[in-house]
T-cell receptor
Framework: GENVEQHPSTLSVQEGDSAVIKCTYS??????FPWYKQELGKGPQLIIDIRSNVGEKKDQRIAVTLNKTAKHFSLHITETQPEDSAVYFC??????????FGTGTSLTVIP | SQTIHQWPATLVQPVGSPLSLECTVE??????LYWYRQAAGRGLQLLFY??????ISSEVPQNLSASRPQDRQFILSSKKLLLSDSGFYLCAWSVLLAESGQYFGPGTRLTVT
């Protein structure tokens, strides 16, 4: 089965700086890669996703890149704000039935 | 638009008592449905998923069970709770066979005492 690794497990940045979270996957058949943000006591929320036929996708301060050859994808948050503090999860999927999650990154943005 | 509901939001149960958590989805038909458990606020452990009524796949052996009595209803149950069943339980849905994400409910915080 698919194996998704996520790094780092914790990340602290100064407000206004950029944050990068990286994930690798093992199954070359995976073709869909969502990212989730989970605030304390809430369910994860889908914030951005990328499909295997796309190398990069941006949505305001958030961007995701995908390198299919190396089997890794990354989340980039620019101009970080305190409200960006949360746990972030990456995931990989093939058919859309099964999703394989990374272990999460706890991001703290220091004002 | 689609919405997903879970209840109760919080639950405190003694060891050995039964459990029933309910999840319903609105605004979509024939969704995939999932139950996850999250311990200590990190890591999503897939417990069960369902691609249709009465079709349940179990990912881990445990004293929990799941049922899907209706297309958009997913129930997590236990006959006798263990201390180790404490955690944050999340229900999620996705579109069958589509390159789209999972959408999570608000979760149920279960504490077994």
């Amino acid at each position: 089965g698919e194996n998704v690794e996520q790094h780092p497990s914790t990340l602290s940045v100064q407000e206004g700086d950029s944050a990068v979270i990286k994930c690798t996957y093992s199954d070359s058949a995976s073709n869909y890669f969502p990212w989730y943000k989970q605030e304390l006591g809430k369910g994860p929320q889908l914030i951005i996703d990328i499909r295997s036929n796309v190398g990069e996708k941006k949505d305001q301060r958030i961007a995701v890149t995908l390198n299919k050859t190396a089997k890794h994808f990354s989340l980039h948050i620019t101009e970080t704000q305190p409200e960006d503090s949360a746990v972030y999860f990456c995931a990989a999927s093939t058919t859309g039935n099964q999703f394989y999650f990374g272990t999460g990154t706890s991001l703290t943005v220091i004002p | 638009s689609q919405t997903i509901h879970q209840w109760p939001a919080t639950l405190v149960q003694p060891v050995g008592s039964p459990l029933s958590l309910e999840c319903t989805v609105e605004g979509t038909s024939n969704p995939n449905l999932y139950w996850y458990r999250q311990a200590a606020g990190r890591g999503l452990q897939l417990l069960f998923y369902s691609v249709g009524i009465g079709q349940i796949s179990s990912e881990v052996p445990q004293n929990l069970s799941a049922s899907r009595p209706q297309d958009r209803q997913f129930i997590l149950s236990s006959k006798k709770l263990l201390l180790s069943d404490s955690g944050f339980y999340l229900c999620a849905w996705s579109v069958l066979l589509a390159e789209s994400g999972q959408y999570f409910g608000p979760g149920t915080r279960l504490t077994v005492t």
